[in-house]
């Protein structure tokens, strides 16, 4: 009788296990995903229609012409919390990423030019724009 129970308990155990995971996918989008993409036209697009769900946007382009860049090593690092994010190793033109509240620092890398960024995400969505002078798209090498 007594394994009954065991087995019963376990039983109870991943059913409510099931439960919640079904409710933590139900409630929307949890902490710590990324899109990363925005090449195309059609890229962009599925990524506008998804915005709503990421409340870091950064977009990585060349400083004068705008044109976009990829390629983009990006790590994101929490300042009032441990934990890092990434690394994001081949980022651009666009990385979405969703975070939970608080302050980031942001890296970002092109052709060994560094720059951090440091945000803070609370309610609404940061859009941080990354321009690097002088940066050729790869594509146009």
């Known amino acids: 009788m007594h394994r009954y129970l065991s087995m019963r308990r376990v039983a109870l155990f991943l059913a ?4 919640a995971t079904a409710m933590a996918a139900s ?3 949890m ?6 993409s925005g090449v195309g036209e059609e890229e962009q697009q599925a990524m506008q229609a998804e915005r709503q769900n990421y409340n870091l946007r950064m977009t990585f382009a060349s400083a004068g012409s705008g044109e976009f860049l990829t390629g983009i ?3 994101i690092e929490g300042i009032d919390r441990a934990g890092e994010f990434g ?7 666009l990385l979405w990423v969703r ?7 942001v890296r970002a890398t092109y052709e060994g030019n560094v720059q951090v960024k440091t ?7 940061v859009e941080l724009v990354f321009y690097w002078p002088g940066a050729t798209p790869r594509a146009e090498r």
């Open 27 to 29: 409630s929307g989008p």
């Open 87 to 93: 690394p994001y190793p081949d980022s651009g033109p």
């Open 99 to 105: 975070l939970e509240p608080g302050s980031y620092r």
């Open 119 to 125: 945000v803070r995400i609370g309610k609404g969505a």
């Open 16 to 19: 409510l296990a099931v439960g």
């Open 73 to 75: 090593p990006v790590t």
């Open 31 to 36: 902490p710590g995903g990324f899109l990363n």
